[in-house]
Structure formats: structure tokens, C-alpha cells
């Protein structure tokens, strides 16, 4: 079977995420989650899609329990190096978002810069994410995610954004084009892997109104939806969502 543009992408690219301008925000994000949850470190934590384990290994480092989740065994050697680097047990495991084995098991779920949601090939395939992850969860459970605000490639230029936050050695996203009819930007992503191999790839991920990811959420159940500005490292309840934002932040309890 055909790999997907998102499996291509992380199969070889740990150390370069790491490096990448979007990744830089970790402290700040790992800041308001324990603000969020109250600081109770007798939470148990869900990382989706935690990659490289940036997210998992901070809050482990502060004391919570947290079980780091990725389709990419790649990502996830790298967390797996970090962590022992830092003399930290995480539990990290090669696992589909779409098909988390997980019943009623956590308090929190997190779901920061993509976590695998908005970068599936079908609109069913994020429904299925959601579900998951909402089924790993505890009654009374928070969770915490960012996903593309469609908001933004309608008032702005895509390609502007990404030039604008452009460094030297990081991924570039080009020819960047939102289908109106399905709200998806399709583009020509170039990156160089951990070997120095310089890879281009045709990719596509789904960007949300607020509304859908309101609507989606109250399906499955979730009492409350709150809906924010993501800003890299800053997030924050008092930055109300603009069409500057280019992600949202996603605050729902069930």
C-alpha cells in the first residue's frame, strides 16, 4: 500500500522536527496545560500524536504521568532517546489515533501542532481521531487540541505565512491552495531528513471553521467547547480567535 504524504514525512525526521520553528513553543504550551488541569499531578495524561515526545517528556519532567501515542516508530525512537537522555519512563507507544486501544483510562488529553487530526486523507478519518480519543477518556476529562483555523487562508496568503516564518534548515511549504469545497490547502512541502536527503512531497491537510469542531465535539458528547487563538508557545484564554490565527486552540470537556 501506498505511503501516505505524512508517513513519507516523519519516517526519517526526528531530530530535524525538533529543530523546526514550530516546535520551539514547548514550555509556554506545557505552561497553560498545567493551568488548565490545576497542576494535579495525580492526572493521567494522553499525548496524541506526541511525535518526538516534546510535550510528554516536559510535563514528565514536572511531575505528571503521561502515555506519549504516534504512528511514526521514527518519532518515536527519538522520544524514546530523549527521555532516557533525561533519565525519564514514559510510556510511549506506536499507535493509530484512529484506533486507540484505550477504554475510559485518562483524565486529560492533549493533541498540540497537528497530533495526527486535520493531516488524515478524509473528513471520516479526523471524525475517527476524535472518537478515539474521546473514548480513552475518563467521565469529567478534559482535552486540549490545536488544529487549523480555516479562517485564516480565507482573509490571508498561505504562502506569505509560511515565508514570513521561514529559517534557515527548516521545512517550506509552497503553492500552497485552499479547495473551498472541502476547506483542505493543498501544497508542495520541501524538508531535508536526518540524513541530509532533501525530499519534496504533495500534501494536503484540512483546516476547521470553529463551528465544525463545536459541532463535532458536542456529537460526541463534550458538554462544553471553548475555542482560542493558538499562538506558538503563548497559549492563552485571553487571545480571542481572529482570521490572524493561523491555528486554533481547543479547550472541550466531556
Given amino acids: 500500500m501506498k505511503k501516505q504524504w505524512y508517513e513519507s514525512l516523519f519516517e526519517n525526521y526526528g531530530q530535524k522536527y525538533d529543530s ?130 480555516a479562517l485564516f487562508p480565507l482573509f490571508n496568503s498561505v504562502d506569505e505565512f509560511y515565508t514570513s516564518t521561514a529559517e534557515g534548515g527548516n521545512s517550506m511549504c509552497s503553492n500552497n491552495n485552499l479547495d473551498l469545497l472541502t476547506l483542505r490547502i493543498n501544497s508542495i512541502l520541501e524538508f531535508e531528513d536526518d540524513s541530509g536527503n532533501k525530499k519534496t512531497l504533495e500534501c494536503n491537510e484540512r483546516t476547521y471553521m470553529p463551528s465544525e469542531i463545536t459541532w463535532l465535539l458536542k456529537s460526541l458528547g463534550y458538554k462544553t467547547t471553548e475555542i482560542f487563538g493558538a499562538r506558538l508557545g503563548e497559549f492563552s484564554r485571553k487571545h480571542e480567535l481572529t482570521v490572524k490565527d493561523f491555528e486554533m486552540l481547543v479547550i472541550a470537556e466531556t
Fill in 20 to 149: 523546526e520553528s514550530y516546535t520551539q513553543g514547548t514550555v509556554g504550551e506545557c505552561d497553560f496545560i498545567e493551568k488548565e488541569i490545576k497542576y494535579d499531578k495525580s492526572l493521567k495524561i494522553l499525548d496524541v500524536g506526541c511525535g518526538t515526545g516534546r510535550h510528554a517528556i516536559e510535563l514528565t519532567r514536572r511531575g505528571y504521568s503521561v502515555t506519549g501515542v504516534d504512528l511514526s516508530e521514527s518519532q518515536l525512537t527519538r522520544a524514546r532517546e530523549k527521555a532516557e537522555a533525561d533519565n525519564l519512563s514514559i510510556d510511549f507507544q506506536c499507535q493509530d489515533a484512529r484506533n486507540l486501544p484505550f477504554d475510559s483510562e485518562f483524565d486529560v488529553a492533549i493533541m498540540i501542532c497537528g497530533g495526527g487530526f486535520s493531516l488524515m486523507e478524509t473528513d471520516e478519518m479526523d471524525c475517527e481521531i476524535l472518537k478515539n480519543v474521546t473514548k480513552s477518556l475518563k467521565p469529567d476529562a478534559k482535552f486540549i487540541f490545536t488544529a487549523p483555523s
